[in-house]
């Protein structure tokens, strides 16, 4: 993801590059999103053996479930503490992340090697990205108003369309069922972040049939300073010719940049007769995050202010036995506004999403027929005014076969875009249990994404002539699947064409673009292939359970021969977990091999990270609780001349009904 998230073109790229002096991070390698369905699952889930809906549309048992996964459950995420939605995606299988500051600044995640603007964010079955790159704003959403999170690996097109390259994150939200719970919990910990959020949810009626989830959460920090030693515009170590050779003036601003954020989300729905249910539900963020400002732009500190709206209308209806109809309407938001000496850009994206899925039964197969229109605005007044609408249509099938030993899945899409027309994708997968918890599987997939905003249109950079991304996608797995025990092998092999990069070239660049502010354009330059091999699995023994991944990866720029920028040929994590009567107690760590800031350039050394984390029960429904982070105060680099979080420490206090 670029550091400005919503910019809707590559003079902007080079603005934010100029004001946070990372042009690095600018271009590695700009791709997208995808779709969504309406679904709907129970919140009872048990983490060794969870019921998975991202990864065919419709819950399905984790042993059933084909496509390679990771799953966060509610308990996970309550342990998180002092820790943002990206820091804990950080720390699960095949996923790598990238920032430039604390908590709240602009983020980058990696899924099995892709780039960040090649997976597809959902919330509740809805899409959200901006218009402008295509990337999706992580850092905008607070964990505290999340259930529970799904990763699907490998390209999804076939099931969500455009984006889904990499992969898929679908986030939940609480839904309510039973009787009345409220949970609410704030702490305070190092940088000055105070953390507090809250949830009520349950259902009422004679026969529970109405049911409601409601959550909100608010943060603020006053952070750190970003701006590290080896940054290009540190007044503190670099000399007054190095500042003015890369655009600098004074130097960057050396205080510390703080964000605040807050949110909530909800959901109610009524179950009008028995397998008949009407319901509305809704996320909304907001996040105001500081960055150093280079002189060029008026120096200080300045603003970006993010707001994340998504709100959907749903009807859920069991047509008979063997049939479910699923239809869903949905708008989602994402505006965004930086604010600086010398200008208030402003960038804004608006979705309208009308999804209807069917879900059929055949015997103890199921065939699922999608029909999908969304409609797609984007607008921004940075470097001229654009404005910008895109449709797309869908049609799109799978079948779920089940025969005794054997499982496999079959979708075809089509997705047909305004500017160049259709886009097919399709996959293929067989699983076939050698035992009762050991299952083979075999998964081949096809995947686009489609060119953003800025890539077609931004003045003196944009290419109408753009073609989508393309992947194919090969993956063999092996799992044992137990109530004590999961292990996971995945080996897999993506080729990825077509890659949207900034290019300096003529053609696809005009001799107008060649010699315009931006010395380039939009081309489709690149063709990445990554290959590797990934392993994670959880023990349950008694009162401890343990946690442990590792993958080796081979992510190649063919054009360059370089290693992707931000990825790692090797990344993994460990975990132990103690649970005795009213305690908990965990530790953690997290490592990732040495990587390029962009091309062969901004070397950031591996780096390996511990965290400590607690809670103790001390009344009923009550309980204190503590996280401590980087306890060795590691110096490490997500993207190259910007600092990281070190030691730091969060407690706090919880209530949560039982």
Request: charged fraction near 15%; proline fraction near 3%; aromatic fraction near 12%.
């Amino acid at each position: 993801m670029q550091p400005c998230r919503n910019s809707f073109g590559a003079k902007n790229r080079w603005r934010l590059s100029a004001l946070t002096l990372t042009s690095t991070l600018v271009f590695s390698n700009p791709n997208a999103f995808a779709q969504s369905g309406n679904v709907s699952v129970s919140t009872a889930n048990n983490p060794m053996d969870p019921v998975i809906v991202t990864a065919t549309r419709t819950p399905t048992r984790a042993n059933d479930v084909l496509a390679d996964y990771v799953y966060i459950g509610p308990e996970e995420i309550a342990d998180a503490g002092q820790t943002s939605l990206v820091e804990l995606l950080q720390r699960q299988r095949g996923v790598e992340i990238s920032t430039i500051g604390g908590p709240g600044s602009a983020a980058s995640v990696f899924l099995r090697g892709s780039n960040s603007n090649q997976a597809l964010l959902l919330v509740d079955g809805v899409r959200s990205q901006a218009a402008g790159t295509g990337g999706f704003s992580l850092q905008a959403i607070p964990l505290g108003i999340i259930d529970r999170i799904e990763i699907i690996f490998g390209p999804q097109s076939s099931l969500y369309g455009s984006d889904a390259i990499g992969g898929v994150i679908q986030i939940f939200t609480k839904k309510g069922t039973g009787p009345f719970q409220a949970n609410a919990s704030t702490g305070y910990g190092s940088y000055g972040t105070s953390i507090t959020d809250a949830s009520l949810y349950g259902s009422f009626g004679d026969a529970k049939t109405t049911s409601y989830a409601l959550s909100g959460s608010q943060e603020i920090s006053t952070g750190f300073t970003s701006v590290a030693a080896n940054n290009v515009c540190n007044p503190n170590t670099q000399s007054r010719a190095t500042l003015n050779r890369n655009f600098c003036g004074n130097g960057l601003n050396m205080n510390r940049t703080g964000y605040t954020k807050s949110g909530g989300a909800g959901r109610i729905a009524q179950e009008w007769d028995r397998g008949q249910e009407f319901g509305f539900q809704f996320l909304a963020s907001r996040l105001d995050n500081q960055y150093p400002v280079s002189s060029f732009f008026g120096g200080g500190i300045g603003s970006q202010i993010s707001n994340l709206g998504i709100f959907s209308l749903f009807s859920n209806n069991q047509i008979n036995k063997d049939w479910k109809s699923m239809l869903q309407v949905s708008q989602s938001n994402d505006y965004s506004q930086n604010l600086y000496t010398t200008g208030n850009p402003v960038y804004k994206t608006k979705q309208m999403i009308y999804s209807w899925q069917n879900d059929i039964k055949i015997g103890s197969d199921l065939l699922q027929l999608v029909a999908e229109r969304k409609t797609l605005n984007g607008y921004s007044n940075d470097g001229g005014i654009v404005s910008q609408n895109q449709n797309t249509n869908t049609v799109a099938g799978s079948y779920q076969l089940k025969r005794g030993s054997h499982l496999a899945n079959l979708a075809l899409r089509n997705d047909s875009i305004t500017g160049y027309g259709p886009q097919t994708t399709g996959s293929a997968s067989y699983g076939y249990f050698f035992s009762k918890q050991i299952r083979g599987n075999i998964n081949y997939g096809t995947g686009f994404k489609a060119p953003s905003f800025n890539d077609l249109y931004f003045p003196d950079y944009g290419n109408t002539n753009l073609q989508a991304e393309k992947s194919k996608n090969t993956e063999i797995g092996l799992h044992y699947e137990s109530s004590a025990l999961d292990l996971h092998l995945v080996g897999f092999n993506s080729t990825i064409t077509n890659l949207i990069q900034y290019t300096t070239t003529a053609p696809p660049c005009t001799i107008a673009q060649l010699n315009g502010p931006n010395y380039g354009c939009a081309g489709n330059a690149g063709v990445a292939k990554i290959s590797g091999v990934s392993v994670g699995g959880v023990a349950k023994l008694s009162s401890l359970r343990l946690k442990a991944s590792y993958d080796q990866q081979n992510p190649i720029d063919q054009t360059t021969g370089f290693l992707l920028a931000k990825r790692a040929r090797q990344f993994g994590n460990l975990g132990a977990e103690y649970r005795y009567r009213k305690v908990n107690m965990g530790a953690e760590g997290t490592f990732q091999g040495g990587r390029y800031n962009s091309g062969n350039s901004g070397y950031m050394g591996g780096y390996a990270i511990f965290n400590l984390y607690g809670n103790y029960e001390f009344a009923k429904d009550w309980s204190v609780f503590g996280r401590w982070n980087n306890i060795f105060n590691k110096d490490y680099q997500l993207s190259y001349g910007f600092n990281t979080p070190g030691s730091n420490l969060f407690v706090g206090v919880r209530y949560a009904m039982k």
